[in-house]
């Protein structure tokens, strides 16, 4: 019997259906993509477009379960054998365990506020970024094994089978959610996207899957005190090197105290501020700015990370990174703490820290030493924001300040997500960049405070390995950066993040390369006017003034 | 180009658009275009608005001859979102081809009546030029993002250089058993 041949099945590539065709045939080509039911698109792993699964090392370091090499483009993900029963009990357990979950997977009436507000969606156009369907991957896995409908009624409730396709969707699309909170601005119900990801995280977990975007940082976090692994004297080493080129820029030799038991403040920044060059002038700003107001004050080389990755992994990894803080504040016997220009620390202080690690009975109501302000928003956790404490400086003029020496710069200002959404962090930081710089201009409404737009990298997104998908998310910020540069001339985004700062800069480069970013506090020390300080003619990042120096003077009048 | 077939494109010029706009967004899922045609305003829906900015910007073009620096600019901005978004390479300049769908469709009568196709086949080059000055811009969107990438990855070296000291571990230094680091997960 003649054998049958088998006809290799293969997807025609796009130039073959056009390739040779006159300019009439062309004009019969169907560029329009088969429409297919959500449940029956596979996810696909583009080369060099996904985020590399936590390396063997990390996990062990942190005990997590399943550590094993795999690659999400590779057929097989090794998942252990009772994979399903592993992922329904976790989900079984955390329905429980979790009310807002349980609700989360039962109220949502997909009216579709939120389907248009999520970055990736709105940047890259895949309907499995709309919040509502990112939910519904793992909404129709609870219909199928949690509810009635479901078992009996199947696909016509929504519901569906749990199958590996299932789990490499859910890992595909839970790393394309950067827990940003913005959707849920906009769902009348208050669904929070950010619980559902985190959620489907934690069970991708259990089953030894995550980013090592994410772990890595934790298992360094663990060891070291801060995401990058550094060592005390690595950071003692840094810092001394910050005093100095402050001290060449201004003629100011600070003090830098580290570690110093007693200080009536300890104060925690992102590990970015010690090493990365868009966080390290912000090190060298606040320093001034200490050093100026004369603040007792102490920096740490082990709670050298205000970040907390864990808050991208597991609720049990966010209590033990952040235990630190207040551990920290313990030994060194501080009053209260001080939290420098940092993300997610503040979604993680504000609505974990009280409960995961409180109360923080030892420590006391924060009260500006220099001003006497109460800080009872921070009664609670015992942590103040440097932009509410810089404010209350300004407004009770305690500072003297010279915005023309921020000239040069024209400034708009990204909300970062979770400052804004996370602790209502609105007027304080606009109300120091008014006082502090000339030229300020707001993007549109729709786009800032409460509804402002991520810059793509939360999350354990922030990172190169996923960089045209980062581009995607990013891409409706400095989309509205473009626009203010376009109309007022705008040449820096101003924000209070360590991701903010490195995202946004990629970001900005493709989109838009004409606009810098920078932080808050760059520009307050940048208009501080400091008894005995020397003429010069360039700002903390030896950008040219528009108008030399000349001390003792404010817009080059006597002050 | 033919005063005739001008003054048909300049008279239907609003139609035109819409139905290349509307082509255009058809390249993307049902539920994404729906988005991208609605949805008015720049800041909410920066892919539809770009290219429909940009549409209009490239057909003012062909109609009164090509700068060919102001149409780089129009290219680009349409360009550089493709170039990162899930198409490839061909997917990503198909819109131009796509005027030359529309056109026909839109002017058929028109075409055969008035023995357009000489005039016709000037206006094809004129998009085929533009395709082929779409290649250059695709590949240096290309090239910048494979830059950045580079970039990020020499800052990060640079970084860890710089720390000396960075804690890191071998393989097997930790392989203790499960719970004897921390407690389980």
Redesign the interface.
């Known amino acids: 019997m003649a054998e049958v041949e088998k006809k290799e099945e293969r997807e025609v590539p796009y130039y073959e259906t056009v390739l040779g065709a006159s300019p009439e045939k062309l004009a019969t080509v169907d560029y329009k993509p088969p429409a297919k039911p959500w449940m029956d698109v596979p996810p696909k792993f583009k080369k060099l477009d996904y985020l590399n699964p936590a390396k063997v090392k990390w996990m062990k370091v942190i005990d997590l379960p399943f550590p094993r090499e795999w690659s999400p483009p590779d057929e097989d993900w090794k998942l252990p054998e009772n994979w399903k029963e592993i992922f329904l009990n976790g989900m079984e357990d955390r329905l429980k365990r979790f009310r807002s979950f349980q609700l989360f997977m039962d109220i949502c009436v997909r009216c579709g506020a939120c389907a248009d507000k999520c970055q990736f969606f709105i940047g890259g156009g895949d309907p499995k970024n709309m919040p509502v369907l990112r939910a519904e991957l793992l909404r129709s896995i609870y219909r199928r094994y949690f509810t009635t409908s479901g078992k009996i009624l199947g696909k016509i409730a929504g519901a569906r089978e749990l199958t590996v396709d299932v789990i490499k969707e859910l890992f595909k699309y839970s790393f394309q959610c950067t827990e940003c909170r913005r959707c849920s601005v906009f769902c009348p119900y208050g669904i929070d996207m950010a619980e559902i990801t985190m959620i489907a995280r934690e069970l991708l977990l259990l089953l030894g899957m995550h980013v090592n975007w994410a772990i890595e940082p934790v298992g360094k976090s663990f060891l070291t005190g801060n995401h990058m692994g550094l060592l005390p004297h690595t950071i003692k080493d840094f810092m001394d090197e910050y005093r100095d080129e402050l001290e060449k820029i201004t003629g100011f030799k600070v003090d830098v105290p580290m570690n110093r038991k007693g200080a009536e403040i300890l104060y925690i920044v992102p590990s970015g501020d010690f090493f990365d060059e868009r966080g390290v002038i912000l090190t060298i700003a606040t320093l001034l700015y200490f050093y100026h107001i004369g603040l007792d004050y102490t920096w740490s080389t082990y709670t050298s990370e205000g970040g907390n990755f864990g808050l991208f992994t597991s609720h049990e990894m966010i209590k033990r990174l952040n235990a630190k803080m207040y551990a920290e504040a313990k030994r060194l016997k501080v009053k209260w703490i001080l939290g420098g220009e940092c993300g997610h620390m503040w979604r993680v202080i504000n609505q974990y820290m009280g409960t995961v690690n409180g109360p923080a009975d030892f420590l006391e109501e924060p009260v500006s030493p220099i001003t006497g302000t109460k800080f009872e928003n921070a009664k609670d956790t015992k942590m103040v924001h440097i932009a509410e404490f810089t404010a209350d400086l300004i407004r009770h003029g305690k500072l003297k300040l010279d915005p023309s020496r921020n000239d040069h710069v024209i400034a708009t200002y990204h909300d970062s997500c979770n400052p804004s959404r996370a602790m209502g962090l609105f007027e304080e930081p606009r109300y120091i960049i008014k006082n502090v710089c000339n030229n300020f201009y707001e993007m549109p409404e729709s786009c800032i405070r409460e509804k402002t737009f991520c810059c793509g990298g939360g999350a354990g997104l922030g990172t190169d390995e996923q960089l045209e998908t980062l581009l995607r998310g990013n891409f409706p910020r400095s989309n509205a950066t473009k626009h203010v540069h376009e109309k007022f001339g705008v040449n820096r985004l101003l924000c209070m993040c360590a991701i903010d700062r490195a995202v946004l800069s990629m970001g900005l480069s493709y989109w838009c390369p004409q606009v810098t970013v920078g932080g808050v506090h760059e520009l307050l020390a940048n208009a501080l006017v400091i008894p005995g300080e020397s003429p010069r003619t360039v700002d903390l990042r030896r950008q040219p003034l528009k108008r030399p120096i000349t001390p003792g003077k404010i817009a080059g009048k006597e002050a | 180009m033919n005063v005739k077939l001008e003054n048909l494109l300049t008279q239907k010029r609003s139609t035109i658009l819409k139905k290349w706009f509307d082509?255009v967004i058809?390249?993307?899922?049902?539920?994404?275009a729906l988005?991208?045609r609605r949805?008015k305003?720049?800041?909410?829906?920066?892919?539809g608005s770009?290219i429909f900015q940009g549409i209009e910007d490239l057909f003012g073009e062909l109609l009164k001859g090509i700068n060919y620096e102001r149409v780089s600019t129009y290219l680009d901005n349409i360009i550089?979102?493709r170039a990162?978004?899930?198409f490839?390479p061909?997917?990503a300049i198909?819109f131009l081809?796509?005027l030359?769908?529309v056109i026909?469709?839109e002017l058929k009568k028109e075409i055969r009546e008035n023995d357009l196709s000489r005039e016709l086949?000037e206006l094809?080059s004129r998009i085929d030029n533009l395709a082929l000055l779409s290649f250059d811009i695709y590949m240096k969107?290309r090239e910048?993002?494979y830059e950045?990438?580079g970039?990020?990855?020499r800052?990060m070296f640079k970084?860890c250089q710089?720390?000396?000291?960075?804690?890191?571990?071998?393989?097997g230094?930790?392989?203790?058993k499960?719970?004897?680091?921390?407690?389980?997960?």
Request: hydrophobic letters at 30%.
């Open positions: 082509v058809e390249t993307y899922p049902p539920e994404t988005f991208l949805q305003d720049s800041i909410a829906n920066p892919v770009t550089r979102v990162i978004q899930d490839s061909s997917q198909s081809f796509l030359k769908k026909r469709e086949s094809d969107c910048q993002i950045l990438k970039y990020e990855i800052s970084a710089k720390a000396g000291l960075i804690c890191d571990i071998q393989e230094e930790f392989d203790l499960e719970g004897q680091n921390i407690d389980k997960l």
